[in-house]
């Protein structure tokens, strides 16, 4: 006898109740990214068809779906209940850093460049995404200011209707020089990567020279009127976990938001416990320095948890991927630079959007993939002992 049918997520009945409300609002179901649509728009389903599949949806949550107007798209909806509203797109895998807790010292193997996605394949999927209810998309990398092309790709994503924030994580080694053309192209947020402030430890952590051209890049951000200027600061133990006090130092007279970032697992970076500095254990540091530290109030979808030393003109936060994980508000999903979806940072499990866009893939086959794998989505990633002993790509091949 045949086993019985694994009952539908809720995400899944979220996507099929979506289906016929996505067809009707882009006009049809065939219209691809290559062509124009010929074929007109179908009619709603009668009202009695709608009832009868009460055993799928209930009907206060199909009259959300179908009735009304769609609040946020079910494809971005996770079977948590989690809207993914922001996206953060790959623009390469090359970086002209080292950095220890990102890349292998060995280097990683880098995809052909036949396979990584082309500005207008970029531009394609960021305007679907953004139709589908996402408002921020993040440029990241291996280093995306590397990229020749990453002022045109920032000047048509701000094109995109709703996309109301594009932001850049870079490790500021080309910021000074470029930061004025991304911000008259509509560059509005800045994240810089930062793990020391003595030169010669840089040069020991990024197995490169640069300094004193990411300092130069962070004032050049301050001095065009960003803010704040958010600087990433991974910390690990025996290595920069003594600079805790000289980084919030930073924030007393120039508009910082510098993170501490707890030292994540990825392929190749050697990460172990012993190296690990908790959200705690930083904090508990700052607050022998400054017992008065303030704790401030963040958004829902933060990563950050934040404060600030009173009267100090910046703030300083603190992302605890490891020691309290926020998984149950996350809301981001991330293409890597070879067209890979991935719904979690840790997770392992990948679909490719370069190939379906590559194959002629419509809108709404793409729209379906994409709410498959998110609806797929895990309510929390495996625990950092697990994570350290599961295959993923090293960071940089992901996009941070």
Known sequence: MAPPAAAASPALLLHRAAKQLWRHRFGCGSSSFRGQCTASAPQPEPASKR??????????????????????????????????????????????????YCMPEEGV??????????????????????????????????????????????????KLEKLKTIAVTTNGINLARLLPSLKEAGLNLLNVSLDTLVPAKFEFIARRRGFHKVMEGINKAIDLGYNPVKVNCVVMRGLNENELLDFVKLTEEKPLDVRFIEYMPFDGNKWNFKKLVSYQEMLGTIKQRWPDLERLSTGASDTAKAYRVPDFQGQIGFITSMSEHFCGSCNRLRITADGNLKVCLFGNTEVSLRDLLRSGATEEDILEIIGTAVGKKKKQHAGMFNISQMKNRPMILIGG
Not at 63 to 82: C, K, M, N, Q, W
């Open 51 to 100: 009832v009868a599949a009460k055993d799928e949806l209930s009907l206060q949550e199909r009259r959300h779906l179908i009735r009304e107007p769609l609040p946020f798209s079910a494809f971005l909806t996770d079977s948590f209940g989690r809207r993914h509203s922001y996206l953060r797109i790959s623009l390469t895998e090359k970086c002209n850093l080292r950095c220890q």
């Open 109 to 158: 193997k880098l995809t052909p460049k036949s396979k990584v996605l082309t500005t207008e394949e970029i531009v394609a999927l960021a305007g679907l995404f953004v139709k589908e209810g996402v408002d921020k998309i993040r440029l990241t990398g291996g280093e995306p200011l590397i990229r020749p092309d990453v002022v045109q790709i920032v000047a048509q994503l701000r």
